[in-house]
């Protein structure tokens, strides 16, 4: 199925499919439908994909915006409804930091140079 000297994302995709109910049960309680269907496009594309590419790059890099808040501070977006209604004291809250966290080793171990320096970005702000 793949080139195995040349595929980068075996980590990743491994990752993925270990935490693939935790990516959806996510995604759904921080964006709702739109957000579900879009963590379910990035899955089935990490388990298709041999190597980073730039698209899927911007998908791991928006379901990481989705992880750490980006959009709630909008008070029209799905996400801002979504995070008005979690609970900060639900122990899901801690579920869904340390899935960030291990998202964000994951992502590093990817050497892909654009996608560590926004990622470096996002962090350092």
Do not use: W
């Amino acid at each position: 199925m793949f080139d195995l000297s040349n595929d980068t994302m075996t980590s990743m995709r491994a990752f993925m499919a270990s935490h693939s109910e935790a990516v959806q049960n996510t995604a759904y309680l921080l964006g709702g439908q739109p957000a579900l269907r879009k963590a379910q496009l990035l899955l089935d594309e990490i388990a298709s994909s041999p190597v980073m590419t730039r698209r899927l790059g911007r998908q791991l890099l928006d379901f990481h915006s989705l992880l750490t808040l980006q959009n709630v501070h909008h008070s029209d977006t799905v996400e801002a409804a979504c995070f008005a209604d979690l609970d900060p004291t639900s122990p899901v809250v801690e579920d869904i930091c340390v899935l960030c966290d291990e998202l964000e080793c994951e992502m590093h171990k990817l050497d892909d140079a654009e996608l560590s320096s926004v990622l470096s970005h996002r962090l350092a702000a």
